[in-house]
């Protein structure tokens, strides 16, 4: 059965205190791994698609790397405007090519 | 701002009403989706649209009726609601549903934040 885990659920950081969310999945073939941002009351912001074990992208303090167990988003030197929750999904190798399962994110909170 | 527009933003309604949820995108994109979100919930999909038809129900029921007039277009049509259906809903769009190529990101709007009364 397909399935993501995010961990940990919530996250408190002091700003400028790097850290790492992590993103595990089991699924039938991965097809594309994805990182969202969520502001509360807004819709989820694309960050990043990751498509094989070994790669990274980096987008301002956010880097994303994927293994084929699991996926890591680590922020550097957060500031405030970091806050938000951050979702992962996985699109399945051998279900419909739109299926995203989402995990049920983490809330990153930096602390000025 | 997301390039993916949803109206009205909020949206109060009884059980007994009839409203529709409204959804564009001028990407070019030729997938749509209509998601549920439950407060500190994942996104829980609902309806794809690929190509103007549609290509996946999740088994949801049928007070809620999907419709998708034109390639830009997404429309949610509600009746006779459940208290337990209040939600923020979402729409998402992605280039080329085929299988072929996948791993398409979806893009999100900003949700219609439903209360049913």
């Known amino acids: 059965e397909d399935q993501v885990t995010q961990s940990p659920e919530a996250l408190r950081l002091q700003e400028g205190e790097s850290s790492s969310l992590n993103c595990s999945y089991t699924v039938s073939g991965l097809r594309g791994l994805f990182w969202y941002r969520q502001d509360p009351g807004k819709g989820p912001e694309f960050l990043f698609t990751l498509y094989s074990a070994g790669e990274e992208k980096e987008k301002e303090r956010l880097k994303a790397t994927l293994t084929k167990k699991e996926s890591f988003l680590h922020i550097t030197a957060p500031k405030p405007e970091d806050s938000a929750t951050y979702l992962c999904a996985v699109q399945p190798q051998f279900t419909g090519a739109n299926n995203l399962f989402f995990g049920t994110g983490t809330r990153l909170t930096v602390i000025p | 701002d997301t390039e993916v527009t949803q109206t009205p933003k909020h949206l109060v309604m009884g059980m007994t009403n009839k409203k529709s949820l409204k959804c564009e995108q001028h990407m070019g994109h030729r997938a749509m989706y209509w998601y549920k979100q439950k407060a500190k919930k994942p996104p829980e999909l609902m309806f794809v649209y690929s190509y103007e038809k549609l290509s996946i129900n999740e088994s949801v029921p049928s007070r809620f009726s999907p419709e998708c007039p034109n390639s830009s277009l997404l429309n949610l049509h509600l009746h006779a609601l459940q208290p337990e259906d209040s939600a923020l809903y979402l729409c998402?769009?992605?280039?080329?549903?085929?299988?072929?190529?996948?791993?398409?990101?979806?893009?999100f709007g900003d949700g219609t934040r439903l209360s049913i009364l």
């Open positions: 998402a769009s992605s280039q080329d549903p085929s299988r072929n190529t996948g791993n398409q990101p979806q893009h």
